[in-house]
């Protein structure tokens, strides 16, 4: 009749609540007529009733018998209060362990918070109906609220609320009348810790676990299947037999060896360490003799050579001996695309349609159709990694082709000729010291990034016209 | 139309369980409340073998009433023919039966979980009674219960189960109940008004406010019997 489901959402999967058996275990020593807590009598107007125990003895006792000082023991006591062990007899609200005169009572065990029953609504209904009817507005404004809700909820039930509270008040009144006190007092106290009045910290306040934190919980359809989709694209993965891949990488390692400023020492020397910058000095951007180190990387990859500044400026050098200068223009407007703001990416990506992709344009890269296709459909509504196919495609053109070219050219055997080799440092202790006072500021980025800008203008309005002419004379040459 | 088919014994009948069923519900009402009365006497310093004792009587009276009441009402309930007069009345008492039934069952649980914590076998067990306050005892309270009557007259033989099976038998019946019968809980309308105070009986506070008068030694304002809890309350809040 009242729904109780599979689920237990009272203690049983509480398992803080497992302090409750051992509470219960103190409250039981505590009742030891000869080492337990002494009790008195409490003075009532109608009658005497026994065993009423004050504050200050309860800590006592704890703190002597659980071996605690009395800040512990009082905190202890608190919780006895708080979970409904003991009750005050004055000021009947406040859950709190008093060290002074106020006197306590213990709590019968039928109100215990005991762990597998809860305390049910229809119960707490039953006892407002019996405190209304003995007599009426005794009430407080939270429990009329509760009591008008309860009827609410369970009107078809109020018939035998009603009944029970009636009976109930009847049959504790065949009591003596101190009896009936205390069973009052006591009632009372277990709906205080039941049913907190609003706003009052209660230790019955945990979080209601919904589900058992012990068992396993099933896990449901949706986890496998990700764990599937995931096994599937792992297993469809390319793989690359790991002789293939250590080669690559023994391959790597011998190349960059030398190059390494951990394992082979940097010419001239190590600026973190000596506190000299020439090494910076030299390998700047723009500086016009590079060293032969920085040379020699430039032929490893065409990526190396791509990403060293110098070295893209003497390559784009030979593009121009070669008039094929678009395929790297193409791929650096390309790569501002990709990293450029996104407000100025409709207005690039029209750019560089104009100059590059469209038929008869100035610059007119040479790329397959499909993929010229495709980048030109992309262009309709740019974003960021639209050229990308094409800007790939160039790339690899310019690797497999022009690259090696370059490699062999005139212009980088000179470079080669023309590169320095600086002689290394070496520093004494007083020079390094010397050094280190003498260490200044390198020029600022702002200043570098304006530079290059100017030369990037330069350069743009050096190329653009020219290019038509160079083109149609190219054009003229090969026929 | 159907009430002229049926015989006027069997109005009478049915008529005469109906009352019976109020009666017994009456009855068992008493019964259940006198048994909690008691449970929450157990473990407490009056707790004995007396107690226990007075707890199966009880239980074993409560016992009795449901059975007979469940056999009654099953028998009015699925006997009714559509539009009966008294379908309201039965169900109503149907929906109380079951909500009793329900509450027992939790008194029942508590007690033997209770039992089972203070068990009385041994000399030492009497130590570990808690100090409630209580100084009488509950035996005003069984014999009230005692007193109740079987309202039924024929003599029906029960068995007495112990209490395992007693809280076992009263899960089966509730299931059971549930499923034969379909009334719907909701529609039942309590006819029961909850009356005003029957005597005029001291609450709870004003007994226990006039300790904290004496030792506060703060007289009331006046000799007004609202004014003196008046004061306290505020000292209180």
Known sequence: MTIRSDRDHGQHYRPRMSCLKKLEAIVVQMQDPSTGVKGSEQKLNVTTIPHAIAGQDIVAWISKHMNMDNDEAQAFGTMLA??????????????????????????????????????????????????????????????????????????????????????????????????????????????????????????????????????????PYDYYRRIIIYTQQAVMRSRVKSTVSLGALVKYMATFMNHDPFLVPCLPSNPWLTDDDSYWELNMADVEVPTKMRVERWSFSFYELLNDPRGRSDFKIFLKKEFSGENLAFWEAAEELKWGTGASMSEKAEHIFKTFLAPGAPRWINIDGRTMGITVKGLEHPHRYVLDGAQTHIFMLMKKDTFYRYLKSPVYKE???????????SFSDTQLQQNTRNRRLSISPIITWQKEQEEKAKAEAAAGPIDIKKLMASKLDRK | MNRWRQSVVEIQTRKRQVNESERAHVALSKVTACYQQMATSLGSNIDGSFLREELEETRIVAHKICSGL????????????????????????????????????????????????????????????????????????????????????????????????????????????????????????????????????????????????????????????????????????
């Open chain 1, 82 to 219: 708080a979970f409904g062990y003991i009750y005050p007899l004055q000021d009947h609200k406040k859950l709190v362990l008093r060290p002074d005169g106020s006197l306590y009572r213990f709590q019968t065990p039928y109100f215990w918070p005991v762990q597998k029953s809860k305390a049910e609504d229809t119960d707490y209904a039953i006892y407002l109906a019996k405190r209304n009817i003995r007599k009426k507005g005794v009430l407080d404004a939270h429990e009329q609220e509760e009591y008008n809700k309860l009827h609410n909820w369970m009107n078809h039930k109020w018939d035998f609320i009603v009944m029970q509270a009636k009976e109930q008040y009847q049959a504790g009144k065949t009591r003596q009348k101190a009896d009936r006190v205390v069973f009052d007092c006591q009632e009372r106290a277990y709906w205080i810790v039941q049913r907190p009045p609003p706003q009052t910290h209660s230790a019955m306040d945990v979080l209601d676990r919904h589900i058992d934190p012990n068992t396993e919980e099933k896990k």
């Open chain 2, 70 to 237: 469940h056999r009654r009402l099953l028998t009015l309930l699925t006997e009714m023919e559509q539009g009966q007069e008294d379908k309201e009345q039965v169900e109503r008492l149907w929906v109380i039966f079951l909500s009793s039934l329900e509450n027992f069952q939790q008194d029942l649980k508590k007690v033997r979980a209770l039992q089972e914590i203070f068990p009385l076998t041994q000399r030492k067990d009497r130590q570990a009674l808690v100090n409630t306050g209580y100084a009488g005892g509950t035996s005003e309270v069984a014999a009230r219960a005692a007193m109740v009557q079987t309202p039924w007259l024929s003599i029906e033989e029960t068995e007495r189960p112990d209490m395992k099976t007693h809280i076992k038998e009263i899960d089966v019946m509730l299931e059971e109940m549930l499923q034969r019968v379909n009334v719907p809980l909701w529609s039942i309308e309590p006819m029961q008004e909850v009356d005003g105070v029957q005597e005029e009986d001291e609450s709870l506070e004003d007994i226990m406010e006039v300790e904290v008068v004496s030792q506060n030694n703060i007289s009331g304002c006046c000799q007004h019997y609202n004014c003196k809890v008046g004061c306290l309350l505020c000292l209180l809040s």
């Open chain 1, 415 to 425: 470079i080669q000729k023309k590169a320095i080799s600086p002689v290394p440092h």
